[in-house]
């Protein structure tokens, strides 16, 4: 069974940093897709960021050059880095990795930006 472990969430001013990262436990294979994807409250989960197992990567029209995902397949882990950050990026991110026979979330890590 496989399950992804967020991390890095938290409370940050605007114009400020943060790194989230996402670990995947067991074995998840070498042709996954990860992404990271954000819910604020009442809105619609969107995407904010994929890379391909072949290495391409994708953004949500929102990021603008802000935000940056990148992986280590060795550790099985998704990272996304996202700078100058905004108090409507305040969301819960989720990581998720896919591949044509499975599809993984994790839990959710808080992301709140606010002075």
């Known amino acids: 069974q496989v399950q992804l472990v967020e991390s890095g969430g938290g409370l940050v001013q605007p114009g400020g940093s943060l790194r989230l990262s996402c670990a995947a436990s067991?074995?998840?294979?070498?042709?996954?897709?990860m992404g990271w994807y954000r819910q604020a409250l009442g809105k619609q989960r969107e995407l904010v960021a994929t890379?391909?197992?072949?290495?391409?990567?994708n953004y949500g029209p929102f990021v603008k050059g802000r935000f940056t995902i990148s992986r280590d397949t060795v550790k099985n882990t998704v990272y996304l880095q996202m700078n100058s950050l905004k108090p409507e990026d305040t969301a819960v991110y989720y990581c998720?990795?896919?591949?044509?026979?499975?599809?993984?979330w994790g839990q959710g890590t808080q992301v709140t930006v606010s002075s």
């Open positions: 890379v391909t197992f072949g290495g391409n990567t």
């Open positions: 067991g074995s998840i294979g070498p042709r996954y897709n």
């Open positions: 998720n990795f896919y591949s044509i026979i499975h599809n993984y």
